[in-house]
């Protein structure tokens, strides 16, 4: 499961992918112009992005190189009607990292989308492992030691990014941005109750939290079995 931001004008459009890709288990944002879609890229954090190329107050392009020059890193998705060769080299050139023609096919979007969110770590299997702990992003299951835990959407989505980022100390803020939506009102109480699900669902009772609190800074996820 990934944060991604959907930008695209088309209603239409947009309805079918995110309904598409939410069904894949992503958190899809959409919004319908270029500059809201910029200033989310710019404030929030997302994985990845999925740019329309012509928006009605600016081109995928110009997002995508706006995003670039202030750092922007995510993966980002051009959409577009244009199949001329020189306009696949203009999105790649403003940053983009791959292109897909309309009209959408589905499945080659969800191929594609599977394949940007693989780029950064390349040698990792789809399944996610963490310890006793392992989580399949595609199906939504997560076992412990074999054995299957049922989540809510929201408990899944909060322990998938953790796995992804194993020791890795992040604050309630940081995690707001990072699993919620940004349109999302959440507070740090929000992140106080789903870490106390996720312990009361996966933890022992002889054995140490797999989520430990850092005093001060946060949460994180123990890479290493906990051993009494």
């Known amino acids: 499961m990934a944060k991604i931001l959907l930008v695209e ?3 239409n459009i947009a309805s079918t992918v995110r309904e598409w890709l939410g069904n894949d ?4 944002e959409w919004v319908d112009n270029g500059k809201e879609g910029l200033n989310r890229l710019k404030f929030y954090e997302f994985e990845l992005a999925i ?15 706006e995003y670039r020059r202030s750092g922007g890193k995510a993966p980002v998705l051009m959409l577009t ?14 940053g983009a990292d791959d292109y897909l023609i309309k009209p959408v096919d589905l499945k080659e979007l969800s191929a594609r989308v599977r394949a940007l969110l693989r780029r950064p770590t390349a040698l990792t299997p789809s399944n996610i492992k963490a310890g006793a ?9 997560v076992l412990k030691r074999g054995v299957e835990i049922t989540l809510l959407p929201k408990e899944f989505a909060l322990l998938n990014f953790l796995m992804r980022h194993p020791n890795q100390v992040f604050s309630p803020d940081r995690l707001i941005s990072l699993v919620w939506p940004s349109t ?7 992140i106080k109750v789903h870490i106390k699900r996720l312990r009361d669902k996966l933890d022992d009772d002889d054995r140490p939290s797999f989520i430990r609190s850092i005093h001060g800074m946060g ?7 906990p051993t009494s």
């Open 133 to 141: 702990l392992e989580l399949d992003p595609s199906t939504g299951k």
């Open 219 to 225: 949460y994180v996820l123990e890479c290493e079995e």
């Open 51 to 65: 740019l329309d190329w012509q928006l009605p107050d600016m081109t995928g392009p110009e997002i995508c190189r």
């Open 9 to 11: 004008d088309d209603e």
């Open 184 to 190: 999302t009102e959440v507070s740090r109480d929000t």
């Open 25 to 28: 288990r992503h958190s899809i």
């Open 81 to 94: 009607s244009r199949k001329d060769s020189d306009d696949k080299v203009t999105g790649l050139d403003a």
